[in-house]
Protein backbone atom coordinates (compact mmCIF):
# COMPACT_ATOMS: atom_id res chain seq x y z
CA UNK A 1 0.00 0.00 0.00
CA UNK A 2 1.35 3.22 -1.11
CA UNK A 3 1.62 6.96 0.93
CA UNK A 4 -1.51 8.11 -0.92
CA UNK A 5 -3.62 4.93 -0.06
CA UNK A 6 -2.48 4.92 3.39
CA UNK A 7 -3.58 8.48 3.69
CA UNK A 8 -6.81 7.91 2.32
CA UNK A 9 -7.51 5.17 4.06
CA UNK A 10 -7.14 7.60 6.92
CA UNK A 11 -9.19 10.01 5.60
CA UNK A 12 -12.20 7.79 5.46
CA UNK A 13 -11.77 5.55 8.45
CA UNK A 14 -11.19 8.40 10.59
CA UNK A 15 -14.70 10.66 9.18
CA UNK A 16 -16.26 7.57 9.58
CA UNK A 17 -15.19 6.90 13.73
CA UNK A 18 -15.91 11.15 13.52
CA UNK A 19 -19.40 10.88 12.99
CA UNK A 20 -20.38 7.64 15.02
CA UNK A 21 -18.06 9.66 18.56
CA UNK A 22 -19.54 13.00 17.73
CA UNK A 23 -23.32 11.34 17.27
CA UNK A 24 -22.88 9.12 20.19
CA UNK A 25 -21.48 11.32 22.48
CA UNK A 26 -24.34 13.90 21.53
CA UNK A 27 -26.67 11.42 22.80
CA UNK A 28 -24.79 10.58 25.96
CA UNK A 29 -24.50 14.36 26.56
CA UNK A 30 -28.14 15.16 26.36
CA UNK A 31 -27.46 17.73 23.12
CA UNK A 32 -28.58 15.38 20.31
CA UNK A 33 -31.97 13.17 19.87
CA UNK A 34 -31.40 9.41 20.07
CA UNK A 35 -33.64 9.36 16.88
CA UNK A 36 -33.93 5.67 15.24
CA UNK A 37 -32.11 7.60 11.97
CA UNK A 38 -29.38 8.80 13.74
CA UNK A 39 -28.65 5.16 15.86
CA UNK A 40 -28.77 3.78 12.17
CA UNK A 41 -26.06 6.69 11.46
CA UNK A 42 -23.68 5.14 13.82
CA UNK A 43 -24.09 1.83 13.32
CA UNK A 44 -23.70 2.29 9.81
CA UNK A 45 -20.49 4.67 10.07
CA UNK A 46 -19.40 1.88 12.43
CA UNK A 47 -19.40 -0.64 10.04
CA UNK A 48 -17.95 1.83 6.88
CA UNK A 49 -15.05 2.51 9.16
CA UNK A 50 -14.73 -1.66 9.61
CA UNK A 51 -14.55 -2.46 6.24
CA UNK A 52 -12.63 0.00 5.45
CA UNK A 53 -9.75 -1.50 8.12
CA UNK A 54 -10.56 -4.59 6.32
CA UNK A 55 -8.57 -3.06 3.47
CA UNK A 56 -5.71 -3.05 4.99
CA UNK A 57 -5.42 -6.83 4.82
CA UNK B 1 -15.63 48.84 21.16
CA UNK B 2 -18.23 48.40 23.68
CA UNK B 3 -19.91 45.38 22.49
CA UNK B 4 -23.16 45.37 23.59
CA UNK B 5 -23.59 41.16 24.17
CA UNK B 6 -24.37 39.90 21.11
CA UNK B 7 -23.67 35.98 20.41
CA UNK B 8 -20.61 34.84 19.25
CA UNK B 9 -20.79 33.98 15.52
CA UNK B 10 -19.08 30.60 14.26
CA UNK B 11 -18.73 29.00 10.79
CA UNK B 12 -18.45 25.20 10.56
CA UNK B 13 -17.19 23.62 7.13
CA UNK B 14 -17.13 20.01 6.69
CA UNK B 15 -18.45 17.94 4.17
CA UNK B 16 -19.64 15.46 6.17
CA UNK B 17 -23.21 16.72 7.29
CA UNK B 18 -23.73 14.37 10.07
CA UNK B 19 -20.60 15.93 11.74
CA UNK B 20 -21.33 19.57 10.80
CA UNK B 21 -24.82 19.26 12.66
CA UNK B 22 -23.70 17.26 15.54
CA UNK B 23 -20.78 20.44 16.69
CA UNK B 24 -23.90 22.57 15.73
CA UNK B 25 -25.88 21.37 18.68
CA UNK B 26 -22.82 21.61 21.11
CA UNK B 27 -22.06 24.76 19.72
CA UNK B 28 -25.40 26.46 20.11
CA UNK B 29 -26.01 24.66 23.66
CA UNK B 30 -22.29 26.84 24.69
CA UNK B 31 -24.36 29.97 22.99
CA UNK B 32 -23.07 30.43 19.85
CA UNK B 33 -25.02 31.31 16.47
CA UNK B 34 -23.79 28.71 14.30
CA UNK B 35 -23.25 28.70 10.61
CA UNK B 36 -22.44 25.10 8.44
CA UNK B 37 -21.44 24.92 4.95
CA UNK B 38 -21.09 21.57 3.51
CA UNK B 39 -18.58 22.59 0.65
CA UNK B 40 -15.81 25.25 -0.48
CA UNK B 41 -18.45 27.42 -2.19
CA UNK B 42 -21.33 27.57 0.31
CA UNK B 43 -18.11 28.48 2.83
CA UNK B 44 -16.97 31.26 1.10
CA UNK B 45 -20.67 32.38 0.70
CA UNK B 46 -21.17 32.27 4.51
CA UNK B 47 -17.83 33.86 5.40
CA UNK B 48 -18.83 36.85 3.47
CA UNK B 49 -22.56 37.02 5.28
CA UNK B 50 -22.12 35.90 8.33
CA UNK B 51 -18.66 37.61 9.11
CA UNK B 52 -17.82 34.94 11.49
CA UNK B 53 -16.14 35.52 15.47
CA UNK B 54 -14.67 31.91 14.81
CA UNK B 55 -13.84 29.42 12.06
CA UNK B 56 -13.82 25.67 12.63
CA UNK B 57 -12.79 24.41 9.05
CA UNK B 58 -12.17 20.58 7.78
CA UNK B 59 -9.14 20.37 5.16
CA UNK B 60 -10.61 17.95 2.83
CA UNK B 61 -13.91 19.17 1.43
CA UNK B 62 -15.42 18.13 -2.18
CA UNK B 63 -14.54 21.37 -3.95
CA UNK B 64 -11.74 22.39 -2.62
CA UNK B 65 -9.76 22.43 1.26
CA UNK B 66 -10.89 24.30 4.04
CA UNK B 67 -7.40 26.32 3.74
CA UNK B 68 -9.50 28.18 1.02
CA UNK B 69 -12.12 29.54 3.36
CA UNK B 70 -8.64 31.03 5.58
CA UNK B 71 -6.25 31.73 2.17
CA UNK B 72 -9.67 33.80 1.46
CA UNK B 73 -9.71 35.36 4.84
CA UNK B 74 -6.54 36.30 4.93
CA UNK B 75 -6.41 37.96 1.40
CA UNK B 76 -9.17 40.17 2.77
CA UNK B 77 -6.64 41.47 6.02
CA UNK B 78 -9.21 39.41 8.14
CA UNK B 79 -7.75 37.76 11.43
CA UNK B 80 -10.34 35.86 11.90
CA UNK B 81 -9.42 32.68 14.42
CA UNK B 82 -9.40 29.30 12.73
CA UNK B 83 -9.40 25.87 14.21
CA UNK B 84 -8.70 22.97 11.57
CA UNK B 85 -10.28 20.00 11.98
CA UNK B 86 -8.62 16.96 10.01
CA UNK B 87 -8.94 13.14 9.42
CA UNK B 88 -4.88 12.97 8.02
CA UNK B 89 -2.56 13.23 10.96
CA UNK B 90 -0.31 13.46 7.80
CA UNK B 91 -1.37 16.71 7.11
CA UNK B 92 -1.08 17.98 10.72
CA UNK B 93 2.48 19.35 10.51
CA UNK B 94 1.77 21.46 7.40
CA UNK B 95 -1.66 22.95 8.58
CA UNK B 96 0.81 23.84 12.11
CA UNK B 97 3.75 25.34 10.03
CA UNK B 98 1.26 27.21 7.73
CA UNK B 99 1.90 31.13 7.30
CA UNK B 100 -2.02 31.34 7.11
CA UNK B 101 -1.98 31.04 11.24
CA UNK B 102 -4.63 28.64 11.86
CA UNK B 103 -5.33 28.60 15.62
CA UNK B 104 -5.29 25.33 16.17
CA UNK B 105 -6.00 21.88 14.53
CA UNK B 106 -8.21 18.85 16.25
CA UNK B 107 -7.45 15.58 14.23
CA UNK B 108 -10.61 13.42 13.52
CA UNK B 109 -11.77 11.20 15.04
CA UNK B 110 -12.58 13.32 18.04
CA UNK B 111 -14.92 14.46 20.90
CA UNK B 112 -16.97 16.82 19.77
CA UNK B 113 -16.63 18.43 24.26
CA UNK B 114 -12.92 18.63 23.37
CA UNK B 115 -13.82 21.06 20.06
CA UNK B 116 -15.61 23.06 22.41
CA UNK B 117 -13.13 23.39 24.84
CA UNK B 118 -10.88 24.42 22.04
CA UNK B 119 -12.74 27.06 20.51
CA UNK B 120 -13.18 28.67 23.93
CA UNK B 121 -9.37 28.64 24.39
CA UNK B 122 -8.90 30.38 21.00
CA UNK B 123 -11.70 32.66 21.65
CA UNK B 124 -10.18 33.64 24.70
CA UNK B 125 -6.85 33.92 23.07
CA UNK B 126 -7.95 36.23 20.56
CA UNK B 127 -9.94 38.71 23.02
CA UNK B 128 -7.35 39.04 25.41
CA UNK B 129 -5.32 39.67 21.99
CA UNK B 130 -7.50 42.59 21.31
CA UNK B 131 -7.22 43.81 24.97
CA UNK B 132 -3.83 44.45 24.05
CA UNK B 133 -4.33 46.62 21.28
CA UNK B 134 -6.51 48.84 23.16
CA UNK B 135 -4.09 49.07 26.20
CA UNK B 136 -1.73 49.76 23.09
CA UNK B 137 -3.73 53.19 22.46
CA UNK B 138 -1.42 55.15 25.02
CA UNK B 139 1.91 56.66 23.71
CA UNK B 140 4.99 56.40 26.02
CA UNK B 141 7.52 57.99 26.42
CA UNK B 142 10.13 56.88 29.49
CA UNK B 143 8.22 57.58 32.51
CA UNK B 144 5.47 59.58 30.15
CA UNK B 145 1.96 57.89 29.26
CA UNK B 146 -0.17 59.48 26.97
CA UNK B 147 -3.28 57.49 27.41
CA UNK B 148 -5.87 58.61 24.68
CA UNK B 149 -8.42 56.55 25.38
CA UNK B 150 -8.96 57.63 28.81
CA UNK B 151 -7.75 61.18 28.44
CA UNK B 152 -4.88 60.85 30.82
CA UNK B 153 -1.38 61.67 31.09
CA UNK B 154 0.36 59.67 33.95
CA UNK B 155 3.95 59.90 35.21
CA UNK B 156 5.53 57.20 36.72
CA UNK B 157 2.06 55.63 36.93
CA UNK B 158 0.65 58.31 38.32
CA UNK B 159 -2.09 60.80 37.40
CA UNK B 160 -0.56 63.86 36.62
CA UNK B 161 -3.84 65.69 36.63
CA UNK B 162 -3.58 67.76 33.12
CA UNK B 163 -6.56 69.84 32.24
CA UNK B 164 -8.54 68.97 28.61
CA UNK B 165 -6.46 71.82 26.78
CA UNK B 166 -2.99 70.58 28.05
CA UNK B 167 -3.95 66.98 26.90
CA UNK B 168 -4.10 68.07 23.42
CA UNK B 169 -1.20 70.10 23.38
CA UNK B 170 0.59 67.83 24.78
CA UNK B 171 -0.89 64.69 22.62
CA UNK B 172 0.46 66.62 19.99
CA UNK B 173 4.28 66.40 20.69
CA UNK B 174 3.64 62.68 21.85
CA UNK B 175 2.49 61.72 18.56
CA UNK B 176 5.47 63.46 17.05
CA UNK B 177 8.40 62.76 19.80
CA UNK B 178 11.82 64.66 18.54
CA UNK B 179 9.95 66.73 16.49
CA UNK B 180 10.00 70.51 16.80
CA UNK B 181 6.98 72.54 17.17
CA UNK B 182 6.80 76.57 16.29
CA UNK B 183 3.52 77.79 17.78
CA UNK B 184 2.31 78.60 15.14
CA UNK B 185 2.67 75.11 13.62
CA UNK B 186 1.25 73.84 17.32
CA UNK B 187 -2.07 75.73 16.61
CA UNK B 188 -2.15 74.24 13.58
CA UNK B 189 -1.83 71.04 14.54
CA UNK B 190 -4.57 71.82 17.32
CA UNK B 191 -7.22 72.58 14.96
CA UNK B 192 -8.42 75.28 17.37
CA UNK B 193 -11.32 76.51 17.47
CA UNK B 194 -10.24 79.41 19.03
CA UNK B 195 -9.73 78.69 22.94
CA UNK B 196 -6.00 78.02 22.54
CA UNK B 197 -3.96 81.64 21.44
CA UNK B 198 -0.29 81.89 20.66
CA UNK B 199 0.41 83.81 23.65
CA UNK B 200 -2.07 81.29 26.36
CA UNK B 201 0.43 78.38 24.51
CA UNK B 202 3.45 79.08 26.82
CA UNK B 203 1.32 79.30 30.00
CA UNK B 204 -0.19 75.97 28.54
CA UNK B 205 3.61 74.53 28.32
CA UNK B 206 4.40 75.63 31.27
CA UNK B 207 1.74 74.23 33.51
CA UNK B 208 2.18 70.67 31.59
CA UNK B 209 6.20 71.08 32.91
CA UNK B 210 5.03 71.70 36.66
CA UNK B 211 3.17 68.42 36.13
CA UNK B 212 5.24 65.89 34.14
CA UNK B 213 8.64 67.16 34.75
CA UNK B 214 10.95 66.60 37.87
CA UNK B 215 12.39 69.50 37.80
CA UNK B 216 10.21 72.24 35.09
CA UNK B 217 13.03 74.61 35.32
CA UNK B 218 14.99 72.09 33.02
CA UNK B 219 12.68 69.77 31.28
CA UNK B 220 13.15 65.90 30.58
CA UNK B 221 10.53 66.05 28.28
CA UNK B 222 9.03 68.87 26.87
CA UNK B 223 12.22 70.70 25.85
CA UNK B 224 11.97 74.04 24.34
CA UNK B 225 14.52 74.86 21.27
CA UNK B 226 15.79 78.13 21.58
CA UNK B 227 14.34 80.80 19.19
CA UNK B 228 12.51 78.11 17.30
CA UNK B 229 9.71 76.40 19.78
CA UNK B 230 9.06 72.91 21.68
CA UNK B 231 9.80 69.27 21.19
CA UNK B 232 9.13 66.41 23.17
CA UNK B 233 12.15 64.30 24.00
CA UNK B 234 12.79 61.49 21.03
CA UNK B 235 11.38 58.70 22.46
CA UNK B 236 14.98 56.82 22.91
CA UNK B 237 16.90 60.26 23.50
Redesign the interface.
Given at each position: MNHAEIAALRHDIGNALAIAQANLEGIIDGVLDPTPERLANIRESLAAAGARLNDLR | MAAITRLKRILIVDD?P??GE??R??LQ?EGFEVTVAGTLERALEEYKRVDPDIMLLDI?LTDGSGLDVLRAARSQGRRTPAIML?????EVDRIVGLELGADDYV???????EVVARVRAVMRRSENAEDIARTGNTIAIGDLEVDIDAHEVRIAGRDAGVTAKEFRVLRIFAEHPGQTFTRAALLDALHDDGTIFERTLDRHINNLRKKIEIDPQTPHYLQTVLGVGYKMRPRDG
Amino acid sequence: MNHAEIAALRHDIGNALAIAQANLEGIIDGVLDPTPERLANIRESLAAAGARLNDLR
Amino acid sequence: MAAITRLKRILIVDDEPKIGEALRAYLQREGFEVTVAGTLERALEEYKRVDPDIMLLDITLTDGSGLDVLRAARSQGRRTPAIMLTARADEVDRIVGLELGADDYVTKPFSPREVVARVRAVMRRSENAEDIARTGNTIAIGDLEVDIDAHEVRIAGRDAGVTAKEFRVLRIFAEHPGQTFTRAALLDALHDDGTIFERTLDRHINNLRKKIEIDPQTPHYLQTVLGVGYKMRPRDG
